[in-house]
């Protein structure tokens, strides 16, 4: 999953509400009880050549593997051959864990988008305070590519001060879990080593599919075959430092704006533990076949009408499949949270 430049597609598009006539209603219900019709006997003509085919198949390779326990006379060669057509070469494929649906994914990362913002209405406050140098230093480290200027300037010439904080909250916590490059990340070491130095060949890169599929095989087995990868100690001293980096980063960068300077401590907790449910979300992500996107681009606005809208959180998009195949448009799982600035 990585973050794409792609032209944002509004999701308006992707539910059409044309205006639907009675005649054409009830034409449409005859049309789909046809349809419906044809569509059964067409799926029952399919089943039936599929199980007369996979039946020939098992029987050819029966007919196969008898000739060879036949044919030959007890040498040699008749040991190996006999194991190569007994193993079946996709076995492991067997053993991986199912995908999750996309109603999960969409559940886990909409929670998970929920809680950051919530997070920032419950502690932090509206108000318009003075911005010095040594701040403005501080909040240049969250900054983001989808700013309007840099986040001292947004944040005071904005009408509110929480879209800027959420934006930037969520664009850490995002980049930290699909950005491998990125400079904090809630992925164990030992899954994003091999994705910072791939450096597949040009005829694997050069066919985007086959590339994707391979991707995808590697991240799904990386986790598989390593089960607990905090199981180690410093594995796990090494999330937890960078989740205390993290919440460092943001509290400390954003304290003027605190609702309750009192409650600090708390609130950096509180943020802590949420970085701790982000990391569990990062590691599912990782280990789906299907490949997602996040889209933080917004509808374009008329030329002449100044940008002041900010996306807060950014829409959840599915790319490809669990085959590789890449979905056209894509597929939107969760939308963009957009506010005013
Ligand atoms: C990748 O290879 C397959 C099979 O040869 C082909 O059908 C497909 O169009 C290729 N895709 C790209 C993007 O080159």
């Known amino acids: 999953m990585s973050q794409t430049s792609s032209s944002s597609s509004s999701f308006s598009s992707a539910v059409p509400s044309h205006p639907i006539t009675v005649g054409a209603l009830a034409g449409g219900i005859v049309g789909a009880a046809l349809a419906a019709a044809l569509l059964s006997i067409l799926i029952t003509v399919l089943c039936m050549r599929a199980r007369n085919t996979t039946q020939a198949e098992s029987s050819r390779r029966r007919r196969r593997s008898h000739r060879s326990n036949s044919g030959n006379s007890p040498g040699l060669l008749a ?138 095989k590697w991240r799904v087995l990386t986790a598989y075959i390593n089960q607990r990868p905090l199981a180690k100690p410093e594995a796990r001293r090494r999330q937890d430092t960078a989740i205390l980096a993290m919440a460092e980063s943001f509290s400390d960068a954003f304290f003027l704006w605190d609702a309750d300077p009192k409650d600090e401590a708390l609130v950096r907790q509180h943020l802590v533990e949420l970085l701790k449910t982000a990391a569990d979300v990062a590691t599912t992500l990782f280990t789906q076949p299907s ?51």
């Not at 002041?308 to 499949?321: E, I």
């Not at 669990?322 to 448009?329: A, D, F, K």
Request: proline share 6%.
């Open 79 to 216: 040991g190996p051959e006999k194991t190569v057509s007994a193993i079946d070469e996709r076995l492991w494929e067997q053993y991986l864990p199912q995908s999750l649906d996309d109603r999960t994914v969409q559940r886990l990362l909409k929670g998970l988008f929920d809680q950051l913002q919530l997070h920032v209405e419950n502690f932090y406050q509206a108000g318009h305070v003075k911005v010095d140098q040594d701040v403005a230093a501080t909040l240049a480290e969250l900054q983001t590519p989808y700013l309007p200027g840099s986040v001292a300037t947004t944040i005071t010439s904005s009408r509110s001060s929480m879209p800027v904080i959420k934006h930037c909250l969520v664009y850490m916590v995002t980049q930290s879990i699909v950005n491998t490059g990125y400079k904090h990340c809630l992925l164990p070491t030992e899954y994003t080593i091999v994705a910072s130095n791939v450096n597949p060949p040009d005829a694997l890169k050069a066919n985007s599919t086959a590339m994707r599929q391979a991707v995808s």
């Open 291 to 341: 490949s997602f996107d996040l889209r933080w681009e917004q509808p374009l606005v008329k030329a002449n009408d100044e940008q002041r809208d900010l996306v807060v959180v950014p829409a959840l998009m599915k790319v490809a499949d669990e085959h590789g195949q890449s979905l056209t448009p894509a597929q939107p799982l969760t939308q963009a949270v957009i506010e005013r600035l």
